[in-house]
């Protein structure tokens, strides 16, 4: 099993900042690819952007210029750096990880407005 935990979400206004983490436990040595995912009220969960175990990262194009995910192996985390926020980035942004099965996180709630 492996557990996805993650953080950072929070409100800021429009052109700022936000940082979010994912630390992932349990049974890591099945994880290959991780990703983010969000949820807009009364939307479907989109995809944002992923990283493979070899490095190669893919964005959806609301992302792209803006937003840039990594990860640190040694630590079993994933990152999203996202600038320049807009109000249409609000959302409940998840944390998931592909490998012999599919895992989700709890999710973190990014609010960005005046």
């Known amino acids: 099993q492996v557990q996805l935990v993650e953080s950072g979400g929070g409100l800021v206004q429009p052109g700022g900042s936000l940082r979010l983490s994912c630390v992932a436990s349990?049974?890591?040595?099945?994880?290959?690819?991780m990703g983010w995912y969000r949820q807009a009220p009364g939307k479907e969960r989109d995809f944002v952007a992923l990283?493979?175990?070899?490095?190669?990262?893919n964005y959806a194009n609301s992302a792209k210029g803006r937003f840039t995910i990594s990860r640190d192996n040694a630590k079993n985390a994933v990152y999203l750096q996202m600038n320049s926020l807009k109000p249409e980035d609000t959302a409940v942004y998840y944390c998931?990880?592909?490998?012999?099965?599919?895992?989700w996180g709890q999710g973190t709630q990014v609010t960005v407005s005046s």
């Open positions: 349990g049974s890591v040595s099945s994880i290959n690819t």
């Open positions: 998931r990880a592909w490998g012999r099965h599919d895992y």
């Open positions: 990283i493979s175990g070899g490095g190669a990262t």
